[in-house]
T-cell receptor
Framework: RKEVEQDPGPFNVPEGATVAFNCTYS??????FFWYRQDCRKEPKLLMS???SGNEDGRFTAQLNRASQYISLLIRDSKLSDSATYLC???????????????FGKGTKLSVKP | GAGVSQSPSNKVTEKGKDVELRCDPI?????LYWYRQSLGQGLEFLIY????????KSGLPSDRFSAERTGGSVSTLTIQRTQQEDSAVYLC???????????FGPGTRLLVL
């Protein structure tokens, strides 16, 4: 099983739609979780950290489910500018990521259409 | 303030040549990471620096890859005898002492012909 798995998409949604992405991970000792956004031919940029209690930032909500070992990202009222690839990443654990390096999924591509 | 910078932004080289990639982290950031992103692949960890030492080199794909960091700041990633499979975007990231939020540079696009 890969360390971090994401549905590659693409998710094609109309403006204003609500879209959700999941990301599963295999290392139960992972400690920190993140969602990054990557635009075409650009570097990844941190969108939000993911906490056990769940956290919200405007139209974006992130959740962590440790029992089932997945994190999720919900985007409400999608905008054209949300079109990008969304990468989940984890950090920590007893192998891979133990020194703070991030372990990334391959990303989910979102395309928001007018 | 200034973010992470990398140079060159693009590099085209011939198979067998050596290349050197540079990363300037955010001032004051003690942790520095190198990643590689190949077409259709996720970001792959290469090496981690804390200050000038590299406690984790586990991601370097072969002994042709090496990296150093001097003065706790600038880092260089060197690829010797480049191969076509080395073609990728090489990304550098830095973070403060808590190694939580990592800020990425714009990357160096390497093409080995």
């Amino acid at each position: 099983r890969k360390e971090v798995e994401q549905d590659p998409g693409p998710f094609n949604v109309p403006e204003g739609a609500t879209v959700a992405f999941n990301c599963t991970y295999s290392n139960s000792a992972s400690q920190s979780f993140f969602w990054y956004r990557q635009d075409c031919r650009k570097e990844p940029k941190l969108l939000m950290s993911v906490y056990s209690s769940g956290n919200e930032d405007g139209r974006f909500t992130a959740q962590l489910n440790r029992a089932s070992q997945y994190i999720s990202l919900l985007i409400r009222d999608s905008k054209l500018s949300d079109s990008a690839t969304y990468l989940c990443a984890l950090q920590g654990g007893n192998y891979g990521g133990s020194q703070g390096n991030l372990i990334f999924g391959k990303g989910t591509k979102l395309s928001v259409k007018p | 303030g200034a973010g992470v910078s990398q140079s060159p932004s693009n590099k085209v080289t011939e198979k067998g040549k050596d290349v050197e990639l540079r990363c300037d982290p955010i001032s004051g950031h003690t942790a520095l990471y190198w990643y590689r992103q190949s077409l259709g692949q996720g970001l792959e960890f290469l090496i981690y620096f804390q200050g000038n030492s590299a406690p984790d080199k586990s991601g370097l794909p072969s002994d042709r890859f090496s990296a150093e960091r001097t003065g706790g700041s600038v880092s260089t990633l060197t690829i010797q005898r480049t191969q076509q499979e080395d073609s990728a975007v090489y990304l550098c990231a830095s973070s403060s002492w808590d190694r939580k939020t990592q800020y990425f540079g714009p990357g160096t696009r390497l093409l080995v012909l």
